[in-house]
């Protein structure tokens, strides 16, 4: 079940049209994250920060048109 809602989720990701800015938006909030990590209490809430920010800063320089086309 898990791996299907990911695999229609990437679907709609590569069918939809991408925006101006998305990737500097991505890249933003997952600085955020990474930067807040260090404030949570528990152990738990940094790794999920950690986690998800750095997820976050790979697609935004991975992802359909982000940073790595420049780099071709």
Known sequence: MIWSLFH????YDR???GFAGEHLGTAGL?????RSAG???SMF???L???AGGA???RAASGRKGVRRFMR
């Open 8 to 11: 229609s989720l990437r679907r």
């Open 15 to 17: 069918s939809r049209r």
């Open 56 to 58: 976050l800063l790979y």
């Open 45 to 47: 809430g940094r790794l």
């Open 39 to 41: 404030r949570r209490r």
């Open 49 to 51: 920060s950690m986690l």
């Open 30 to 34: 997952g600085l955020t994250l990474l």
